[in-house]
């Protein structure tokens, strides 16, 4: 689900899994730019899935083009399910926690690290994918909000097309919600 937040644009707030560590070095340019390169891509392959079948707002396609795109997207989803339930039985991945991620940063409940610290996040956005968006973020959540199991942190060098594939995800998200508010009230 999405929502706006106090002037930092679409927040998508979800049950997600995240993981973190604590690190104690500055991630150089060099080795940013190489998890920008790789969450580019993973984020790229997200908004393929979600986007789904081709043509499907516009006629773009014959109908039965589109019939068969509709019964290859099946196909391939429940192929991507079956491969990911066997993947998650094999990895340590952490329980669900209710977060919201932003184009600055992620927060959520649970086991959080402590006000100021740096840290590597994993954040699995992507339901059915085992794969997560990796980057670093520095912890801004108040001495209060650590002791109340709550985190606050903002990403530290997740930028360029990187950025922009999670603005798109995050919009996305925004855009099915308001499409879900809308038919629950019957407009």
């Known amino acids: ?15 997600i899994a995240v993981a973190w560590k604590p690190v104690d070095y500055a991630p150089d340019a060099t080795h940013l730019a190489m998890v920008n390169a790789s969450n580019e891509s993973f984020l790229r392959a997200v908004s393929a899935i979600g986007d789904g079948v081709p043509g499907k707002d516009g006629g773009e396609t014959p109908a039965a083009m589109s019939q068969e795109f509709a019964r290859l997207d099946l196909k391939l989803n429940l192929v991507l399910d079956l491969v990911s339930s066997l993947i998650y039985h094999e990895l340590d991945i952490p329980p669900v926690s209710a977060v919201k991620v932003s184009a600055t940063g ?39 909000e650590y002791q109340a199991g709550e985190a606050r942190v903002r990403f530290v060098g997740l930028e360029g097309a990187a950025g922009v594939w999670l603005e798109k995800l995050i919009f996305r ?7 879900f508010r809308r038919a629950s009230a019957g407009e």
């Open 1 to 15: 689900m999405a929502d706006s937040d106090s002037g930092n644009g679409l927040v998508y707030s979800d049950n």
């Open 106 to 144: 992620v927060s959520w409940q649970g086991d959080v690290p402590a006000p100021g610290a740096r840290v590597f996040l994993q954040l699995y956005i992507q339901r059915g994918l085992p794969k997560p968006l990796c980057c670093y973020g520095e912890v801004i959540s108040t001495a209060e």
């Open 173 to 179: 998200h925004h855009r099915r919600e308001v499409a």
